[in-house]
């Protein structure tokens, strides 16, 4: 006879259910404690411990010696290899037999000498499944290896995850041993743990939630663990509950399968190849048993890593793809920090990952994927669109600390008016666990509900890799569709998107950035790293530049496409969202350091390799060929190379000979330069002394200060090397704030809350403390000539020192400061002043392509979130007709607070990197004050040129005699920022022109060249040919017209060499 219904009390129901399906309580008769039945150890475990990270073939051949469970093995980033020889009972015939291990490492297995399952326990994979079903004559004996990485799945922080690692870390197996599976105890588990989460999740004012829990205490009262005869009625009454249908409008949620893998972070690059594996080989695994299941896998990359480690693994990943299971996504080389690199270095990344992709997938990718990345640039959705992309995902917007962002699926316009469709999981999360909770929070945190009715859920686990488990996809699959809950589909990534813009007449638009409001350090955190990336895109540009025209000017000349391909790749590489930003720890900074010193070197090797093609054949003198990479007229005084290895200062014209002109070249012998410093002169004079730029009287100091002339600006320098004046010589007009000096070092206490090397907060700015210098420390440096300076020692604390010269050219409109740092501090924030004699409520900051404007006042919490904000090669600050520009070489850290431009120069977090920032560093940055706007002023050419000097490389040969031009525009506004060799070039003479309009306005220019070209066709960033034909070209120049910060590329097809 049935038993009486009982009054049911909510809590104890509850808990009574969770304690059936515990882990931790009454394992030994509730169901938990069944799902593993007969056990046995395996026959013998043998070990070879190495410090180096070998492949299989080379691995298995070593000493393998006795081991045991329990056995610790170690320190941390080596590999301990297991071989572990196994033989099932016979009398487990019939059943599921898993392998269970459980390791602090992370662990591959190897079976006949491919990968076929990661082993992490913090990822929830502790067991290999042997057989599904082991029949009477399959082979019960076997031996597997198991590659166990001396690092966990967030590598080997010392006591928290982002401490520095802990190198003497030891890891140990905890759990080696055979058993037995049962299946159908694991389904119920899964039922009642969905049926607990529903209950919770819904709450006690749903009547669902009840009818959910009552079925869960049903499923309890029927099921005898220890009988699986009454497993099935539990089942069905599961079965009954969850098959009870939604209604038509119930939100759909697009289950995707996803595994962050950051490329290198906790744990070196070399390790990144080896969690690639182990990820997603247990992928295909679960691809294989769940034909439904589809991934979602960005990072060309780690694709390319995986195609050269593991080809038998890259097969199997292609093979999927062709399935639609396995879905490469991204379209980028790797997910790049999308605030820090150049314009140039934006397109790149699509680039060599959209090329990718269709050569080994088949197809470009359609959707940007960039889920954990610190702020999205303005520039991005025309890059995007240009780049065959009109999609893009992240969820990183909901770390912001002041604001929540308004939308989770909205258009998001760029600077210059594209539009892309974009889409934030809003569970906020892109390592779901499949729980209902997750699936809830996905709907009630839609900021877009109502105007659209699809959500993404990414899940796996992530950051370290892992990914998804079975047990994820089941939990998913089950909630497919049931009462009361969203409707879940296990979906692809174009399903998503086709879902989201087939309803799009509703969704809103946000212009301009995607500003993170945390993680702000990562503009300056890591000062080398960011020295490396400013330097490698500027070496790359230069060098594809040169070879470019030697291309064209010598039939000869190999364009190295192949070389320059894996010096991008390794640029590329670095501009990882945990590399470029500092966040690495110390090894992967290392590495780092090496990649760009790898560009450094490889990239001078070019140089001189087109130089010297530059300058065969052709009469001339022989001497130094001095080149301009830029697209306009230089004139400048530059260190020239004196036998010996010292330097002389030479000076470059507008016109004349050593006139260097756009984007060209001109032969400078050696006698003509060793006159140069006769020229008029920028000169050092005292505070007191007349400006008369004829006669310079030789510098001298009378009341300690130093004033240095140009005849276009004037600088005065107090005796502690503090900007008391700045003079617009023309005008009169003073550029330093009344009563204010410029030039002031300032020092901020700098502790975040947790992210150390990310974040700098709010309050840093109440611990502000100018740095003092002593009077008496300023000297002249140069004295006069075409150049003059002054310098100066600051000690900025007992520890850290500073010395700085400050110089002023001739014919410069900037003055700059050359600074070299000892800096060794602990949670201290560095930054230099400018207060201006400038109102207004809005700065300029250089961004990809072009410029945008930010507050500077804080009167809403949008404002004031931007405390600290990132900037390329110059910031801006004018009024009507008058303002004042920063430029820096390497800075990216920057604000503008009132009438205060500030350039963030060093920090010294200790997490995860505890060395990060100590020791000494070098960099410039540049004042410039300006009549006019900025535009007309030429703030932007100014602060190209400061970054990329004009090149004075050792002729090999006689260099040209006359000053020759590849390439001119006609407009101001419209900078030529890239010359390379097409990527498909037939007998490689097609050239690449990548255009961009720099004023955001409207203009059309005419592009001359003295190339022999023979035709000209405008291309996509994809540099696929615009399908309406070539443009008129006509007495070697075509006209171009562009729209606001417009980018355009341009396919030149030379005509053959001359033979
Ligand atoms: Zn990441």
Redesign the pocket.
């Known amino acids: 006879m049935a038993a009486a219904p009982a009054l049911k009390h909510w809590r104890t129901t509850l808990e009574r259910v969770e304690k059936f399906v515990s882990p931790l309580y009454f394992t030994d008769c509730n169901l938990r404690g069944r799902l593993f039945g007969d056990s046995c150890p395996v026959a013998e475990l043998s070990s070879f411990l190495t410090p180096e990270r070998l492949p299989y073939q080379e691995a298995v051949q070593q000493d393998f010696r006795p081991a045991q469970v329990g056995d610790s093995f170690g320190p941390t980033w080596w590999t301990c290899w297991f071989r572990v020889e196994l033989t099932i009972p016979e009398a487990w015939v019939g059943q599921e037999v898993h392998l269970r291990w459980e390791s602090d490492g992370e662990g591959l297995v190897w079976r006949d000498g491919e990968p076929v399952q990661g082993l992490t326990k913090e990822g929830e994979k502790t067991s290999y499944i042997l057989t599904d079903k082991l029949g009477e004559k399959d082979p019960r004996s076997l031996t597997l290896y198991v590659e166990v990485a001396c690092n966990g799945l967030l590598g080997a922080g010392k006591g928290s995850m982002i401490a520095a690692p802990d190198p003497e870390k030891v890891f140990q197996v905890s759990r080696a041993e055979l058993a037995v599976f049962h299946r159908d105890v694991y389904k119920l588990l899964v039922d009642l743990e969905l049926l607990l989460g529903i209950a919770k999740g819904l709450g006690e004012d749903n009547q669902r939630s009840f009818q959910a829990l009552y079925t869960a205490n049903q499923m309890v009262n029927v099921c005898d663990p220890a009988q699986p005869e009454t497993f099935p009625v539990a089942q069905a009454l599961a079965s009954k509950f969850f098959g009870q249908r939604g209604g038509e409008s119930q939100h759909t949620i697009h289950a995707l399968g996803h595994c ?1 893998i ?1 490329t290198a ?1 906790l744990w070196p690059f070399k390790e990144t190849v080896r969690k690639c594996a182990r990820s997603w080989v247990t992928v295909v695994q679960l691809m294989e048993r769940n034909p439904e299941f589809i991934f979602a896998c960005s990072q060309a990359q780690q694709l390319e890593w995986v195609r050269s480690h593991y080809p038998g693994l890259h097969a199997r990943l292609q093979e999927f793809a062709c399935r639609g299971q396995f879905v490469p996504v991204g379209g980028t080389w790797v ?1 790049m920090d999308g605030n820090l690199p150049s314009g140039e270095s934006m397109v790149r990344q699509f680039l060599q990952g959209q090329n990718f992709f269709r050569q080994e997938f088949g197809k470009i990718c359609s959707e940007f994927w960039l889920p ?1 990345t610190f702020g999205y640039s303005a520039q991005l959705p025309q890059i995007m669109r240009s780049c065959g992309i009109k999609r893009f995902l992240t969820q990183k917007l909901s770390w912001n600390l002041v604001n929540s962002f308004p939308h989770h699926t909205f258009f998001w316009e760029g600077l210059d008016g594209s539009q892309v469709l974009a889409h934030f999981p809003p569970g906020d999360s892109y390592g779901m666990q499949g729980s209902v909770e997750e699936v809830l929070k996905t709907v009630a945190k839609n900021r877009d509900k109502g105007r659209t009715n699809h959500s993404a859920f990414l899940f796996g686990f992530g ?1 370290g890799g892992g990914g998804p488990t079975q047990t994820m996809v089941d939990r998913l699959k089950r909630l497919c569709n049931t009462d009361g809950l969203p409707r879940v589909q296990l979906s692809s990534p174009e399903q998503l998107f086709a879902a989201l813009e087939g309803h799009s007449g509703q969704l809103c638009t946000w212009v301009g950035e995607l500003f993170l409001e945390l993680h702000n350090g990562t503009y300056t955190t890591h000062a080398q790293i960011k020295k490396g990336n400013r330097e490698c895109e500027r070496i790359l540009h230069d060098v594809e530049l040169l070879s470019s025209l030697a291309l064209a000017r010598s039939a000869q000349f190999l364009y190295p496409a192949a070389l320059l391909q894996d010096l991008w790749r390794l640029l590329l590489l670095t501009q990882f ?2 590399v470029v930003t500092g966040s690495c720890i110390q090894l992967v900074a290392e590495e780092a350091m090496c990649h760009y010193e790898d560009i450094r070197s490889h990239g001078n090797t070019l140089l001189s390799a087109a130089a010297a093609a530059l300058c065969a054949g052709e009469p001339g003198p022989e001497g130094l060929l001095i080149v301009n990479t830029l697209p306009w007229k230089r004139t400048e005084v530059l260190a020239l190379p004196r036998p010996g290895g010292a330097h002389c200062l030479g000076m470059s014209w507008g016109e004349g000979p050593g006139h260097c002109p756009r984007h060209g070249l001109c032969s400078c012998p050696r006698p003509h330069l060793t006159t140069a410093p006769a020229a008029p002169a920028a000169c050092v004079r005292s505070a007191r002394a007349p400006a008369d730029l004829a006669s310079r009287p030789p510098p001298t100091k009378t009341d300690g200060s130093v004033t240095l002339d140009n005849g276009i600006i004037r600088v005065r320098l107090d005796p502690t090397g503090r900007l008391t004046s700045l003079v617009l010589v023309a005008s009169g007009r003073e550029a330093i704030a009344e009563g204010a000096v410029g030039n002031q070092f300032v020092l901020f206490d700098d502790v975040p809350l947790y992210w150390d090397a990310w974040d700098v907060m709010d309050y840093h700015l109440e611990t502000r403390k100018p740095v003092l210098g002593q009077a008496g420390t300023l000297a002249v440096g140069t004295e006069g000539g075409v150049r003059g300076s002054a310098w100066f020692l600051l000690q900025i604390s007992p520890n850290s020192r500073l010395s700085q010269e400050v110089v002023l050219d001739v014919g410069c409109p900037y003055v700059r400061f050359h600074t070299e740092v000892h800096w060794h501090e602990a949670h201290k924030f560095l930054k230099v002043e400018f207060p201006a004699r400038v109102r207004s409520p809005q700065a300029t900051y250089e961004v990809q392509f072009g410029h945008l404007q930010r507050p500077t006042h804080y009167n809403t919490s949008w404002d004031w979130a931007r405390f600290e904000v990132w900037a390329h090669r110059w910031m801006d600050l004018s009024e009507h007709g008058f303002g004042l520009a920063l430029l820096n070489d390497c800075k990216y850290g920057a604000s503008v607070r009132g009438n205060v431009l500030s350039l963030s120069l060093l920090r010294a977090p200790k997490s995860p990197d505890a060395t990060v920032d100590m020791g000494r560093h070098e960099f410039t940055y540049a004042l410039m004050p300006h009549k006019g706007s900025f535009q007309d002023a030429g703030v932007i050419p100014a602060a190209y040129s400061l970054n990329f000097p004009l090149l004075a490389l050792p002729a090999p040969g006689p260099a040209p005699a006359a000053a020759w031009s590849a390439f001119s525009v006609s407009s101001p506004a419209v900078v030529l920022e890239t010359v390379k060799q097409a990527e498909t070039s037939p007998q490689g003479r097609t050239l690449l022109l990548r255009l961009y309009e720099a004023h955001g306005s409207h203009s059309d220019c005419w592009l001359h060249t003295s190339l022999p070209v023979q035709e000209a066709v405008l291309c996509d960033l994809l540099e696929r040919r615009d399908p309406a034909g070539p443009l008129l070209l006509q007495d070697n120049r075509l006209k171009l017209a562009f729209t606001p910060f417009q980018v355009q590329s341009l396919l030149l097809v030379l005509q053959p060499p001359p033979n």
């Open positions: 962050h950051d972070w997910e954990d950051d969202h945990d």
